[in-house]
Protein backbone atom coordinates (compact mmCIF):
# COMPACT_ATOMS: atom_id res chain seq x y z
CA UNK A 1 0.00 0.00 0.00
CA UNK A 2 2.48 2.51 1.05
CA UNK A 3 4.55 1.33 -1.69
CA UNK A 4 1.37 2.10 -4.33
CA UNK A 5 1.17 5.57 -2.92
CA UNK A 6 4.79 6.17 -3.05
CA UNK A 7 4.72 5.53 -6.68
CA UNK A 8 1.90 7.54 -7.66
CA UNK A 9 3.04 10.57 -5.74
CA UNK A 10 6.46 10.02 -7.64
CA UNK A 11 4.66 9.30 -10.59
CA UNK A 12 2.49 13.15 -10.16
CA UNK A 13 5.35 14.58 -9.41
CA UNK A 14 7.10 13.73 -12.69
CA UNK A 15 3.81 14.57 -14.69
CA UNK A 16 3.83 17.65 -12.69
CA UNK A 17 7.65 18.73 -13.35
CA UNK A 18 7.29 17.66 -17.17
CA UNK A 19 3.87 19.75 -17.58
CA UNK A 20 5.77 23.24 -15.69
CA UNK A 21 8.99 22.58 -18.25
CA UNK A 22 6.60 22.50 -20.99
CA UNK A 23 4.44 25.66 -20.35
CA UNK A 24 8.22 27.56 -19.04
CA UNK A 25 9.65 26.66 -22.37
CA UNK A 26 10.43 29.91 -25.11
CA UNK A 27 11.98 28.56 -27.89
CA UNK A 28 15.43 30.91 -29.47
CA UNK A 29 14.59 33.53 -31.42
CA UNK A 30 16.69 33.84 -34.36
CA UNK A 31 19.48 36.88 -34.49
CA UNK A 32 19.45 39.31 -37.30
CA UNK A 33 22.41 40.95 -38.54
CA UNK A 34 22.99 44.84 -38.83
CA UNK A 35 21.80 44.26 -42.36
CA UNK A 36 18.36 42.77 -41.57
CA UNK A 37 18.06 46.28 -39.10
CA UNK A 38 15.20 48.60 -41.20
CA UNK A 39 14.99 51.99 -41.21
CA UNK A 40 13.12 54.04 -39.20
CA UNK A 41 11.24 57.15 -39.19
CA UNK A 42 12.57 60.00 -37.54
CA UNK A 43 9.39 60.31 -35.47
CA UNK A 44 9.22 56.81 -34.13
CA UNK A 45 13.27 57.27 -32.95
CA UNK A 46 12.08 60.46 -30.95
CA UNK A 47 8.95 58.44 -29.36
CA UNK A 48 11.66 56.00 -28.47
CA UNK A 49 14.07 58.12 -26.75
CA UNK A 50 11.01 60.08 -24.75
CA UNK A 51 9.66 56.28 -23.70
CA UNK A 52 13.08 55.35 -22.66
CA UNK A 53 13.50 58.80 -20.36
CA UNK A 54 9.98 57.81 -19.35
CA UNK A 55 11.01 54.44 -18.21
CA UNK A 56 14.81 55.96 -17.08
CA UNK A 57 16.03 52.68 -19.22
CA UNK A 58 19.75 54.53 -19.12
CA UNK A 59 19.66 54.68 -15.21
CA UNK A 60 19.26 51.39 -14.18
CA UNK A 61 21.32 50.36 -17.27
CA UNK A 62 24.50 52.30 -16.84
CA UNK A 63 27.06 52.69 -14.65
CA UNK A 64 28.42 56.31 -13.48
CA UNK A 65 31.51 56.95 -15.64
CA UNK A 66 30.76 54.03 -17.75
CA UNK A 67 28.97 54.36 -21.61
CA UNK A 68 25.16 54.77 -21.31
CA UNK A 69 23.45 51.29 -21.37
CA UNK A 70 26.12 49.31 -21.48
CA UNK A 71 24.56 47.90 -18.33
CA UNK A 72 26.43 46.35 -15.06
CA UNK A 73 24.46 48.70 -12.63
CA UNK A 74 24.35 46.40 -8.87
CA UNK A 75 20.79 46.22 -8.10
CA UNK A 76 20.56 44.64 -3.72
CA UNK A 77 17.74 42.75 -3.76
CA UNK A 78 16.46 40.62 -0.51
CA UNK A 79 17.76 37.11 -2.75
CA UNK A 80 21.19 38.27 -3.97
CA UNK A 81 22.82 41.09 -6.31
CA UNK A 82 21.48 41.05 -9.75
CA UNK A 83 23.54 43.03 -12.74
CA UNK A 84 21.37 44.99 -15.65
CA UNK A 85 22.23 44.05 -18.96
CA UNK A 86 23.91 45.50 -22.04
CA UNK A 87 21.14 47.20 -24.21
CA UNK A 88 23.47 48.78 -26.71
CA UNK A 89 23.37 47.58 -30.30
CA UNK A 90 26.42 45.87 -29.50
CA UNK A 91 25.84 42.29 -31.52
CA UNK A 92 28.03 40.26 -28.83
CA UNK A 93 27.26 41.38 -25.80
CA UNK A 94 24.59 43.89 -25.78
CA UNK A 95 21.34 43.60 -28.17
CA UNK A 96 22.54 44.48 -31.34
CA UNK A 97 21.42 40.67 -32.35
CA UNK A 98 17.80 41.45 -31.42
CA UNK A 99 14.98 41.65 -33.80
CA UNK A 100 11.76 43.90 -32.82
CA UNK A 101 10.25 40.38 -31.86
CA UNK A 102 12.75 39.36 -29.56
CA UNK A 103 12.48 43.30 -27.86
CA UNK A 104 9.00 42.92 -27.92
CA UNK A 105 8.84 39.50 -26.11
CA UNK A 106 11.29 40.79 -23.53
CA UNK A 107 9.23 43.68 -22.40
CA UNK A 108 5.94 41.79 -22.47
CA UNK A 109 6.73 38.34 -21.53
CA UNK A 110 10.21 39.03 -19.42
CA UNK A 111 12.15 36.64 -22.14
CA UNK A 112 15.03 37.29 -23.56
CA UNK A 113 16.18 36.14 -27.07
CA UNK A 114 17.71 32.75 -26.35
CA UNK A 115 14.62 31.95 -24.59
CA UNK A 116 15.95 32.71 -20.88
CA UNK A 117 13.07 33.72 -18.37
CA UNK A 118 14.06 37.17 -16.79
CA UNK A 119 14.46 37.89 -13.30
CA UNK A 120 11.88 40.16 -11.91
CA UNK A 121 14.53 43.36 -11.68
CA UNK A 122 13.46 44.14 -15.03
CA UNK A 123 10.18 45.49 -14.99
CA UNK A 124 8.49 43.89 -16.93
CA UNK A 125 5.04 43.08 -15.53
CA UNK A 126 4.81 47.46 -15.93
CA UNK A 127 6.09 47.04 -19.27
CA UNK A 128 3.88 44.01 -20.52
CA UNK A 129 1.37 46.92 -20.43
CA UNK A 130 3.11 48.94 -22.42
CA UNK A 131 1.72 49.22 -26.75
CA UNK A 132 3.73 47.66 -29.64
CA UNK A 133 4.20 51.17 -31.23
CA UNK A 134 5.98 52.26 -27.66
CA UNK A 135 7.59 49.24 -27.27
CA UNK A 136 9.21 49.46 -30.86
CA UNK A 137 9.70 53.17 -30.77
CA UNK A 138 12.38 52.41 -28.04
CA UNK A 139 13.74 49.55 -30.11
CA UNK A 140 14.26 52.27 -32.85
CA UNK A 141 15.73 54.56 -30.54
CA UNK A 142 18.05 51.87 -28.73
CA UNK A 143 19.38 49.97 -32.52
CA UNK A 144 20.15 53.64 -33.91
CA UNK A 145 20.69 56.65 -31.27
CA UNK A 146 22.65 54.74 -28.84
CA UNK A 147 26.03 54.02 -29.62
CA UNK A 148 27.52 49.91 -29.75
CA UNK A 149 29.24 49.07 -26.98
CA UNK A 150 31.06 45.66 -26.22
CA UNK A 151 30.81 45.64 -22.41
CA UNK A 152 30.27 42.12 -20.63
CA UNK A 153 28.60 42.15 -17.05
CA UNK A 154 29.30 40.46 -13.73
CA UNK A 155 27.88 37.27 -13.06
CA UNK A 156 24.35 37.66 -10.96
CA UNK A 157 25.23 37.03 -7.15
CA UNK A 158 22.04 34.87 -6.85
CA UNK A 159 22.52 31.36 -4.55
CA UNK A 160 21.73 28.30 -5.30
CA UNK A 161 18.64 27.60 -6.29
CA UNK A 162 17.14 30.48 -7.23
CA UNK A 163 20.02 31.13 -9.71
CA UNK A 164 17.93 28.49 -12.30
CA UNK A 165 15.64 31.23 -14.67
CA UNK A 166 13.39 28.69 -15.12
CA UNK A 167 11.52 29.41 -11.77
CA UNK A 168 10.52 32.44 -12.86
CA UNK A 169 8.27 31.08 -15.06
CA UNK A 170 5.97 30.03 -11.96
CA UNK A 171 6.80 33.75 -10.03
CA UNK A 172 5.32 34.82 -13.37
CA UNK A 173 2.38 32.41 -13.06
CA UNK A 174 1.31 33.60 -9.57
CA UNK A 175 1.74 37.19 -10.02
CA UNK A 176 1.80 38.81 -13.00
CA UNK A 177 -0.64 39.49 -15.40
CA UNK A 178 0.81 39.59 -19.00
CA UNK A 179 -1.21 41.99 -21.00
CA UNK A 180 -1.31 45.53 -22.42
CA UNK A 181 -3.11 48.59 -20.94
CA UNK A 182 -6.79 48.67 -21.06
CA UNK A 183 -8.58 52.27 -20.47
CA UNK A 184 -10.94 53.17 -17.85
CA UNK A 185 -13.87 54.29 -20.19
CA UNK A 186 -15.42 56.65 -16.98
CA UNK A 187 -12.56 58.16 -16.84
CA UNK A 188 -10.72 61.12 -18.62
CA UNK A 189 -8.06 61.11 -21.21
CA UNK A 190 -5.64 63.10 -19.22
CA UNK A 191 -6.59 60.39 -16.63
CA UNK A 192 -6.18 57.32 -18.62
CA UNK A 193 -3.05 58.80 -20.32
CA UNK A 194 -1.51 59.18 -16.65
CA UNK A 195 -2.39 55.81 -15.37
CA UNK A 196 -0.82 54.02 -18.49
CA UNK A 197 2.29 56.04 -18.00
CA UNK A 198 2.39 55.39 -14.90
CA UNK A 199 1.18 51.73 -14.25
CA UNK A 200 3.21 50.67 -17.42
CA UNK A 201 6.37 53.35 -19.12
CA UNK A 202 7.39 54.78 -15.41
CA UNK A 203 6.64 51.84 -13.68
CA UNK A 204 6.23 53.90 -9.89
CA UNK A 205 5.26 51.11 -8.66
CA UNK A 206 8.21 49.27 -8.87
CA UNK A 207 9.67 51.76 -5.80
CA UNK A 208 6.73 52.78 -4.40
CA UNK A 209 5.02 49.47 -3.36
CA UNK A 210 5.64 46.71 -0.49
CA UNK A 211 6.87 43.36 -1.73
CA UNK A 212 5.97 39.90 -0.29
CA UNK A 213 8.60 37.15 0.81
CA UNK A 214 8.52 36.53 -3.22
CA UNK A 215 9.66 39.59 -4.13
CA UNK A 216 6.02 40.74 -6.11
CA UNK A 217 4.63 43.76 -5.75
CA UNK A 218 1.93 43.51 -3.04
CA UNK A 219 -1.27 44.65 -4.89
CA UNK A 220 -3.17 45.52 -2.30
CA UNK A 221 -0.86 48.24 -1.23
CA UNK A 222 -0.05 49.41 -4.51
CA UNK A 223 2.28 52.76 -3.86
CA UNK A 224 2.16 51.76 -0.36
CA UNK A 225 5.88 53.07 0.48
CA UNK A 226 8.54 50.98 0.28
CA UNK A 227 12.28 50.59 1.14
CA UNK A 228 14.83 50.81 -1.66
CA UNK A 229 18.61 51.55 -1.98
CA UNK A 230 18.71 52.13 1.58
CA UNK A 231 16.13 54.77 1.33
CA UNK A 232 12.43 55.54 2.02
CA UNK A 233 9.97 55.95 -1.40
CA UNK A 234 6.84 57.51 0.48
CA UNK A 235 2.99 56.23 -0.24
CA UNK A 236 2.08 58.06 -3.12
CA UNK A 237 -1.32 57.67 -1.32
CA UNK A 238 -3.42 59.31 1.32
CA UNK A 239 -1.48 57.55 3.97
CA UNK A 240 1.81 59.54 2.86
CA UNK A 241 2.60 61.07 6.09
CA UNK A 242 3.37 64.44 4.74
CA UNK A 243 1.04 67.33 6.51
CA UNK A 244 -0.19 68.80 3.40
CA UNK A 245 -1.63 66.15 1.35
CA UNK A 246 -0.33 65.74 -2.06
CA UNK A 247 -2.39 66.91 -4.99
CA UNK A 248 -2.34 66.56 -9.28
CA UNK A 249 -1.07 69.79 -9.22
CA UNK A 250 2.01 69.07 -6.92
CA UNK A 251 2.99 65.95 -8.50
CA UNK A 252 3.25 67.64 -12.07
CA UNK A 253 5.22 70.39 -10.66
CA UNK A 254 7.69 67.79 -8.93
CA UNK A 255 8.52 65.61 -11.47
CA UNK A 256 8.81 69.34 -13.91
CA UNK A 257 10.95 71.03 -11.72
CA UNK A 258 12.15 68.66 -9.05
CA UNK A 259 10.56 70.46 -6.11
CA UNK A 260 6.98 71.67 -4.93
CA UNK A 261 6.39 74.21 -1.96
CA UNK A 262 5.31 71.40 0.60
CA UNK A 263 6.80 68.84 -0.14
CA UNK A 264 10.52 68.73 -0.26
CA UNK A 265 12.95 68.23 -3.43
CA UNK A 266 13.71 65.06 -5.59
CA UNK A 267 17.26 63.46 -3.56
CA UNK A 268 18.41 60.23 -3.83
CA UNK A 269 17.29 57.86 -6.27
CA UNK A 270 14.24 59.69 -7.00
CA UNK A 271 16.59 62.24 -8.52
CA UNK A 272 17.52 60.45 -11.78
CA UNK A 273 13.89 59.64 -11.75
CA UNK A 274 12.86 63.01 -12.18
CA UNK A 275 16.13 65.32 -13.89
CA UNK A 276 17.43 62.35 -16.14
CA UNK A 277 13.96 60.53 -17.00
CA UNK A 278 10.74 62.19 -16.46
CA UNK A 279 11.69 66.30 -16.60
CA UNK A 280 12.22 65.52 -20.56
CA UNK A 281 8.06 64.26 -21.32
CA UNK A 282 6.26 66.87 -22.46
CA UNK A 283 4.16 69.10 -20.29
CA UNK A 284 0.91 67.34 -21.42
CA UNK A 285 2.10 63.94 -20.17
CA UNK A 286 3.65 64.95 -16.94
CA UNK A 287 0.03 66.65 -16.36
CA UNK A 288 -1.47 63.29 -17.13
CA UNK A 289 0.83 61.33 -14.46
CA UNK A 290 -0.45 64.35 -11.92
CA UNK A 291 -3.57 64.09 -12.85
CA UNK A 292 -3.64 59.97 -12.35
CA UNK A 293 -1.98 60.36 -8.96
CA UNK A 294 -3.64 63.00 -7.45
CA UNK A 295 -6.87 60.56 -8.36
CA UNK A 296 -4.70 57.70 -6.29
CA UNK A 297 -4.62 60.43 -3.15
CA UNK A 298 -8.12 61.23 -3.35
CA UNK A 299 -9.90 64.60 -1.75
CA UNK A 300 -7.08 67.42 -1.69
CA UNK A 301 -7.61 69.16 1.48
CA UNK A 302 -8.94 72.37 2.39
CA UNK A 303 -7.52 75.40 2.39
CA UNK A 304 -8.40 76.11 6.44
CA UNK A 305 -6.31 72.64 6.92
CA UNK A 306 -3.35 73.71 4.69
CA UNK A 307 -2.95 76.85 6.45
CA UNK A 308 -3.39 75.49 9.91
CA UNK A 309 -0.60 72.56 8.73
CA UNK A 310 1.94 75.31 7.41
CA UNK A 311 0.64 77.39 10.50
CA UNK A 312 1.58 74.73 12.92
CA UNK A 313 4.98 73.88 11.03
CA UNK A 314 6.38 77.49 11.07
CA UNK A 315 5.66 77.89 14.81
CA UNK A 316 7.67 74.37 15.82
CA UNK A 317 10.59 76.49 13.24
CA UNK A 318 11.00 79.78 15.25
CA UNK A 319 13.56 79.85 17.72
CA UNK A 320 13.27 79.25 21.09
CA UNK A 321 13.99 82.78 23.62
CA UNK A 322 15.70 80.55 26.12
CA UNK A 323 19.17 79.38 26.14
CA UNK A 324 19.30 75.83 23.91
CA UNK A 325 20.64 73.25 26.29
CA UNK A 326 19.18 70.55 24.01
CA UNK A 327 21.96 69.60 21.38
CA UNK A 328 20.03 68.69 18.86
CA UNK A 329 17.78 72.04 18.37
CA UNK A 330 21.22 73.90 18.64
CA UNK A 331 22.72 72.18 16.59
CA UNK A 332 19.61 72.83 14.18
CA UNK A 333 20.09 76.65 14.99
CA UNK A 334 23.68 76.25 13.98
CA UNK A 335 24.14 74.35 10.83
CA UNK A 336 20.32 74.36 9.66
CA UNK A 337 18.10 77.36 10.41
CA UNK A 338 19.65 80.01 8.47
CA UNK A 339 18.50 78.08 5.25
CA UNK A 340 14.88 76.05 6.61
CA UNK A 341 14.14 78.85 9.26
CA UNK A 342 10.75 80.55 7.53
CA UNK A 343 9.14 82.80 9.76
CA UNK A 344 6.09 83.89 7.71
CA UNK A 345 6.02 81.47 4.74
CA UNK A 346 6.96 77.72 3.18
CA UNK A 347 9.49 78.71 0.68
CA UNK A 348 10.39 76.37 -1.87
CA UNK A 349 13.62 74.08 -1.47
CA UNK A 350 14.30 75.77 1.79
CA UNK A 351 11.11 74.15 4.03
CA UNK A 352 11.48 73.90 7.61
CA UNK A 353 10.94 70.08 7.17
CA UNK A 354 7.48 69.96 9.18
CA UNK A 355 5.43 69.73 6.34
CA UNK A 356 6.70 67.45 3.62
CA UNK A 357 7.64 63.35 4.58
CA UNK A 358 11.04 63.46 5.78
CA UNK A 359 10.30 64.00 9.34
CA UNK A 360 6.93 62.22 9.41
CA UNK A 361 8.03 58.90 8.11
CA UNK A 362 8.43 55.69 10.16
CA UNK A 363 11.51 55.36 9.19
CA UNK A 364 14.51 58.35 9.34
CA UNK A 365 16.41 56.61 7.03
CA UNK A 366 15.80 59.75 3.87
CA UNK A 367 16.33 62.77 6.32
CA UNK A 368 19.58 60.81 7.61
CA UNK A 369 20.67 60.27 4.08
CA UNK A 370 20.41 63.96 3.09
CA UNK A 371 21.78 65.58 6.33
CA UNK A 372 25.00 63.61 5.98
CA UNK A 373 25.28 63.90 2.12
CA UNK A 374 23.50 66.94 1.04
CA UNK A 375 21.60 67.51 -1.92
CA UNK A 376 23.59 68.07 -4.89
CA UNK A 377 23.03 70.64 -8.10
CA UNK A 378 21.71 67.65 -10.44
CA UNK A 379 18.99 67.06 -7.59
CA UNK A 380 16.12 69.12 -6.32
CA UNK A 381 15.21 72.31 -7.57
CA UNK A 382 17.80 74.23 -9.95
CA UNK A 383 20.55 76.63 -8.55
CA UNK A 384 19.65 75.36 -4.79
CA UNK A 385 22.32 72.93 -3.39
CA UNK A 386 22.61 71.80 0.21
CA UNK A 387 25.84 70.80 1.79
CA UNK A 388 26.57 67.42 3.54
CA UNK A 389 27.51 67.16 7.07
CA UNK A 390 29.13 63.54 6.68
CA UNK A 391 32.32 64.90 7.71
CA UNK A 392 31.43 67.80 9.70
CA UNK A 393 28.53 66.03 12.25
CA UNK A 394 29.30 62.89 14.34
CA UNK A 395 26.86 60.30 14.20
CA UNK A 396 25.45 61.46 18.05
CA UNK A 397 24.84 65.13 16.77
CA UNK A 398 23.13 63.98 13.43
CA UNK A 399 21.08 61.61 15.07
CA UNK A 400 20.40 64.43 17.64
CA UNK A 401 19.66 66.99 14.91
CA UNK A 402 16.71 64.32 13.57
CA UNK A 403 15.62 63.31 17.03
CA UNK A 404 14.78 67.40 17.59
CA UNK A 405 13.08 67.36 14.21
CA UNK A 406 10.91 64.49 15.16
CA UNK A 407 10.26 65.89 18.24
CA UNK A 408 9.43 69.53 17.30
CA UNK A 409 7.98 69.38 13.98
CA UNK A 410 5.46 66.16 14.48
CA UNK A 411 3.11 64.61 17.03
CA UNK A 412 4.77 60.62 16.45
CA UNK A 413 6.66 58.88 18.73
CA UNK A 414 10.51 59.13 18.72
CA UNK A 415 12.48 56.99 16.03
CA UNK A 416 14.46 54.02 18.28
CA UNK A 417 18.07 53.58 17.92
CA UNK A 418 18.93 56.61 15.77
CA UNK A 419 22.67 56.79 16.34
CA UNK A 420 22.94 53.08 14.83
CA UNK A 421 20.86 54.09 12.39
CA UNK A 422 23.05 57.20 11.09
CA UNK A 423 26.44 54.74 11.79
CA UNK A 424 24.73 51.87 9.57
CA UNK A 425 23.68 54.52 6.84
CA UNK A 426 26.97 56.82 6.64
CA UNK A 427 28.94 53.30 6.38
CA UNK A 428 26.45 52.29 3.48
CA UNK A 429 27.87 54.79 1.57
CA UNK A 430 24.58 54.60 -0.29
CA UNK A 431 25.05 58.16 -1.91
Request: aromatic share 8%; hydrophobic share 40%; net charge negative.
Amino acid sequence: MVKNVLLTLFCLAVLGSGGFAVIAYRSEISPISASDLRVFDPEVVEQGRLMAAAGFCAECHSVPGNAPYAGGYAMETGFGTLYSTNITPDPETGIGAWSEEAFLRAMHEGVDREGRHLFPAFPYDHFTLMTKADVRAIYAYLMTEVEPVAASVPENGLPFPMNFRIWQAGWKLLFVDLGRFEPEPDKSADWNRGAYLVEGATHCGACHTPRNLLGAEIRSKDFGGAAIDRWIAPALTADNPAAIRWTAEDFTEYLKTGVTRAHGVAAGPMAPVVHAGLQKLPDNDLKAIGTYLGDVVGEPQSEAEIEAAIETSLRAGRPSTGYRLDLGERLYASACAACHYNATQIVPGRPDLGINSVTRLDAPDNLVQVILNGVGNEEGMAGVVMPGFRAALSDDEVAAISAYLRASRTEFTPWPDLAATVSRIRNSNAH
